[in-house]
């Protein structure tokens, strides 16, 4: 079993073997994530890089990755358990061929977990030889407050009840991560068993250092160049701005493309990649290109001075 990191430097390098360039504050809530057994509480922007950090835990721990996906209407039997009732019914009927039905027998080997159909949060409370796993739910903000309301149980005491066979709970908290990406307000009650962290969109030094490290190929005047002119993206009056996660996908296709630099036509061609709604692309596309590369490229000849 790996251990847990001792301090903040340490989760940080933990974190960076999985390529994932945190700064100290994020290094620092997940160091105290992982020695007080607090679920972290994540929100930020889509593609800033909040479901990378389970992934990136996992990976570099050893542990399993549970991911539980949110979204409207998402209830306990598909997040928590259900039972096989195909199977169930099966054992019914062969107990009643065979003529001997004891059934308070029958009742009880048909609720047990043999059939029982275990979903993440029930999975993430099994103990595990590599060591607790890590619990991702991802997206809280998509479910409604019925579900936001079951997960208290979880959270606070690592257990959840199968009303036919008592109460499961885990000898080890999994190492919890739950994003939001603020679609709505997520209750008091759940956020207060949390530690909590913003991620924002990260500064032009920063990206610049996770583009080199994720993009194998990308050469660093294109590397540059990218990150800046995306960092301009941002600042115009987008209704989606690109986050981390389009931008290591356009750099990617342009390292596809052969391209070693920016120029009007590639922007505009490939900015499908970057902007997912055709206003904003409507937007950037002509005169509006061609704006945003002499700025890029005026604010990367001011740095080099």
Request: charged share 25%.
């Given at each position: 079993?790996?251990?847990?990191?001792?301090?903040?430097?340490e989760?940080?390098?933990?974190?960076?073997?999985?390529?994932?360039?945190?700064?100290?504050?994020?290094?620092?809530?997940?160091?105290?994530?992982?020695?007080?057994?607090?679920?972290?509480?994540?929100?930020?922007?889509?593609?800033?890089?909040?479901?990378?950090?389970a992934?990136v835990?996992?990976?570099?721990?050893?542990?399993?990755?549970?991911?539980?996906?949110?979204?409207?209407?998402?209830?306990?039997s598909?997040a928590?358990y259900?039972?096989?009732?195909a199977?169930?019914?099966i054992?019914?009927?062969?107990?009643?061929?065979?003529?001997?039905?004891?059934?308070?027998?029958?009742?009880?080997?048909?609720?047990?977990?043999?059939y029982?159909?275990k979903?993440?949060?029930?999975?993430?409370?099994?103990?595990d030889?590599?060591?607790?796993?890590?619990?991702?739910?991802?997206?809280?903000?998509?479910?409604?407050?019925?579900?936001?309301?079951?997960?208290?149980?979880v959270?606070?005491d690592?257990q959840?009840?199968?009303p036919?066979?008592?109460?499961?709970?885990?000898a080890r908290?999994?190492?919890?991560v739950?994003?939001?990406?603020?679609?709505?307000e997520?209750?008091?009650?759940?956020?207060?068993?949390?530690?909590?962290?913003?991620?924002?969109?990260p500064?032009?030094?920063?990206?610049?250092?996770?583009?080199?490290?994720k993009?194998?190929g990308?050469?660093?005047?294109?590397?540059?160049e990218?990150?800046?002119?995306?960092q301009?993206?941002?600042?115009q009056?987008?209704?989606?701005?690109?986050?981390?996660?389009?931008?290591l996908?356009?750099?990617?296709?342009?390292?596809?493309l052969?391209a070693?630099?920016?120029?009007?036509?590639?922007?505009?061609?490939?900015?499908?990649?970057?902007?997912?709604y055709?206003?904003?692309?409507v937007?950037?596309?002509?005169?509006?290109?061609?704006?945003?590369i002499d700025?890029?490229?005026?604010?990367?000849?001011?740095?080099?001075?």
């Open positions: 079993m790996i251990a847990l990191p001792s301090c903040i430097d989760t940080g390098d933990l974190l960076a073997r999985g390529n994932y360039l945190a700064d100290r504050a994020l290094a620092t809530v997940l160091f105290l994530t992982l020695r007080l057994s607090r679920p972290l509480f994540v929100e930020g922007e889509a593609g800033v890089g909040k479901t990378e950090i992934k835990l996992a990976a570099t721990l050893g542990r399993r990755l549970i991911r539980l996906q949110c979204y409207e209407g998402l209830d306990i598909a928590v259900e039972w096989n009732y199977a169930q019914m054992a019914i009927r062969l107990a009643e061929a065979e003529g001997t039905v004891d059934r308070a027998r029958l009742t009880h080997d048909i609720f047990s977990d043999e029982l159909i979903r993440p949060l029930l999975q993430a409370l099994e103990p030889t590599a060591g607790p796993p890590v619990l991702l739910i991802d997206e809280l903000d998509r479910t409604d407050e019925a579900f936001e309301a079951f997960l208290l149980e959270l606070a690592f959840v009840t199968v036919e066979m008592g109460t499961v709970r885990a908290p999994p190492i919890v739950i994003t939001s990406n603020r679609t709505r997520i209750h008091d009650a759940l956020k207060r068993r949390c530690l909590y962290h913003w991620i924002d969109y500064s032009a030094e920063r990206e610049l250092a996770i583009v080199q490290a993009v194998p990308v050469k660093a005047r294109l590397s540059a990218i990150v800046h002119l995306v301009a993206l941002r600042r009056d987008l209704f989606k701005a690109p986050g981390i996660a389009e931008t996908d356009w750099a990617a296709a342009l390292v596809e052969d070693v630099a920016l120029d009007p036509a590639t922007v505009s061609d490939t900015i499908g990649v970057l902007l997912k055709q206003d904003d692309i937007r950037i596309r002509g005169s509006k290109t061609q704006e945003l700025q890029m490229r005026a604010e990367l000849r001011s740095a080099a001075e």
